[in-house]
C-alpha cells in the first residue's frame, strides 16, 4: 500500500463566494516565504515517513499556480529527496485558467508534474458570474489548448453545478463543451451552500436563492448519460475517467490509504489516527519557522465511526459492501428500489443510489 502527500497553497487571485477552502486573495507577497516553509516541513516529517512509499502528490488550494514555475519546480524536488517517491508516481497540480500558459506549463512538466487539475466550473458565463469566478469560458479553451501544446496529456476539468440561473440546457452545453475538449479526466460537483461563506450569507438573507435539489439531482442524471456515452467511466460519485485515468491520489483518501499533508490547515492520515495543521497562513509560518510541526488538532475514530466510515467509502468508491454483511430484507428493498445492484457478491450503488449515499450508508451499516 502506498502513501499519498497532499500539499496545500493557500493563494488566490480572488475568492470565489461560495468557497470553503482555507484559500486567501491578497497575500501573495507570502508566497516565497511560503515555499521555504514548505520545504522545511517536509524536512520535520521526513523522518517519521521514512520507509513509506508515495504513489501521488497532490498540489491543491487555493491556486498552486499562482507560484512562479520556478518555486515549484523547486518545491517538488525538495520533496523528491525527503520522501520515497515512486518512480511512477502521479504528481497532480491544481490550476486556474488565468494562471498559466503554455510557458509555464512546459516548465511544469518538465519540473515533473505529470497531471493537471483545471477549475473550468462551467461554459455559460452567466454561471460563473454567479459563482464569482474571475475567468471566462474562452480562458479554459485558452488554457486547456496550452496544456495540449505543453505536453500534458493528463488533464481533469472541474465542474459545479446547480448555481442560481443554472438550466439543465445550459449544463447541457457546459457538459457537451467539456467532452469535445476530451480531457482524460471529469469532476462535476453539486454546488453545496456553506452557511460562513458571502454566498451563504446571500442565500441565508434572501438575496438569491439556493440550489434546487430536484433540478441538481437532474444535472447529476444528465452528467452519468452524457460522460458515459462519451466514454467516461463513473468510477466515483462525483467523478468519471477514461479507463486507466483514475485519479490515483482521490483513490487513495477513498481507501484509507496513509497520505501526510503539508501547508496551512493540511490533514494527514495514519494508522486510524487524523490530524491538521494550523490554518491561517501567517500562523503556520510562524509555527514551522520556529522548528515546530504546525499540528493543530488531531482525533482517533471510535470503531462505529470506523464501520460508517468504511461502508460510506466503498460504496462512494463503487466497490461496495459484501452481500452477506447485510441484512437480506434491507438489502432486498433498496434492490428493488434500484438504489443497489448486485456485482460479484457485494452490493454496489446504482448511479440513482448514489444520489441518497447518506441514507444507503446509514442502512446498510446499521
Known amino acids: 500500500m502506498t502513501a499519498g502527500l497532499y500539499v ?196 441565508q438573507a434572501g438575496l438569491v436563492p439556493g440550489p434546487e435539489p430536484d433540478l441538481q439531482a437532474d444535472m447529476f442524471d444528465l452528467a452519468c448519460e452524457l460522460l458515459g456515452e462519451a466514454g467516461y467511466g463513473h468510477y466515483e460519485v462525483s467523478n468519471w475517467a477514461f479507463p486507466g485515468f483514475e485519479c490515483r491520489h482521490n483513490l487513495g483518501y477513498w481507501r484509507k490509504q496513509p497520505y501526510l499533508g503539508l501547508g496551512a490547515g493540511a490533514h494527514s492520515y495514519r494508522d486510524g489516527r487524523r490530524w491538521w495543521n494550523v490554518r491561517p497562513p501567517a500562523e503556520y509560518l510562524d509555527v514551522v519557522e520556529h522548528g515546530q510541526r504546525p499540528v493543530g488538532g488531531e482525533e482517533r475514530l471510535t470503531p462505529e465511526d470506523e464501520r460508517l466510515e468504511d461502508v460510506f467509502l466503498k460504496l462512494r468508491i463503487l466497490e461496495g459492501v459484501p452481500v452477506a454483511s447485510v441484512d437480506r430484507d434491507v438489502a432486498s428493498g433498496f434492490l428493488q428500489q434500484g438504489l443497489l445492484r448486485r456485482r460479484d457478491g457485494h452490493l454496489v450503488p446504482t448511479e440513482r443510489g448514489m444520489l441518497l449515499l447518506n441514507e444507503l450508508v446509514l442502512a446498510l451499516a446499521g
Open 8 to 203: 496545500h497553497v493557500p493563494f488566490c487571485l480572488t475568492r470565489c463566494g461560495y468557497c470553503d477552502f482555507n484559500a486567501y486573495a491578497g497575500l501573495g507577497h507570502l508566497a516565497s516565504r511560503y515555499v521555504d516553509a514548505l520545504e522545511a516541513e517536509a524536512g520535520l516529517w521526513a523522518d517519521a515517513w521514512r520507509g513509506e512509499r508515495f504513489g501521488s502528490v497532490f498540489l491543491g488550494g487555493g491556486t498552486p499556480t499562482t507560484l512562479d514555475a520556478d518555486e515549484l519546480a523547486r518545491l517538488l524536488a525538495r520533496l523528491r529527496e525527503r520522501f520515497d517517491l515512486e518512480p511512477g508516481a502521479e504528481v497532480t497540480i491544481e490550476a486556474n485558467p488565468d494562471t498559466v500558459d503554455e510557458e509555464k506549463l512546459a516548465a511544469l512538466r518538465e519540473a515533473g508534474y505529470t497531471r493537471l487539475s483545471m477549475g473550468a466550473q462551467s461554459f455559460d458565463q452567466r454561471v460563473l458570474d454567479a459563482l464569482e469566478r474571475v475567468h471566462g469560458p474562452a480562458s479554459v479553451h485558452r488554457a486547456f489548448a496550452a496544456a495540449r501544446a505543453a505536453g500534458h496529456t493528463d488533464v481533469n476539468l472541474d465542474l459545479i453545478y446547480g448555481a442560481n440561473g443554472e438550466t439543465l440546457a445550459s449544463w447541457r452545453r457546459t457538459l457537451e463543451e467539456t467532452i469535445a475538449l476530451r480531457p482524460e479526466h471529469v469532476s462535476a460537483y453539486a454546488l453545496t451552500i456553506e452557511p460562513a461563506t458571502p454566498l451563504g450569507r446571500k442565500v
